[in-house]
C-alpha cells in the first residue's frame, strides 16, 4: 500500500511539472536497479552471505553498472525522451 501511494505523489508531481507519465514509471523503474549494496536486492544478499561473492568486489561491480546506468541516462535516454516528446 505503500508503494502505491510513493507512485501517486511522483505521478501528481509529474502531471504539475508537465512530464509524461511514462517517464516517470520508466525512471522509478531504472533507478531500481541501481544498487549499491548486497542488501538491496535478496539475490545479491544470498550470494554475499554464501561467501561467493566478497564486500570489495561487489562494491566496485556495482558502483561501475551504476555510473554506466547513470551516464546512459543522461546521454541516451533523456535525449531521446525529450525526441519522442516524453519530457
Known amino acids: 500500500m505503500d508503494n502505491i501511494l510513493k507512485i501517486e505523489t511522483f505521478a ?3 502531471v504539475s511539472l508537465g512530464i509524461s507519465l511514462i517517464a516517470v514509471v520508466m525512471i522509478l523503474l531504472y533507478s531500481c536497479e541501481i ?3 548486497p542488501y538491496q536486492s ?3 544478499l544470498i550470494m554475499y ?3 561467493l561473492m566478497p564486500m570489495k ?3 566496485k561491480q556495482e558502483g561501475l553498472k ?3 546506468m ?3 541516462f543522461i546521454f541516451v535516454m533523456y535525449p531521446l ?3 519522442f516528446g516524453l519530457m
Do not use: E, Y
Open 42 to 44: 535478496a539475490g545479491n
Open 35 to 37: 544498487l549499491i549494496l
Open 12 to 14: 501528481q508531481i509529474a
Open 57 to 59: 568486489d561487489f562494491v
Open 66 to 68: 551504476a555510473v554506466i
Open 81 to 83: 525522451w525529450n525526441i
Open 49 to 51: 552471505s554464501f561467501g
Open 70 to 72: 547513470i551516464i546512459g
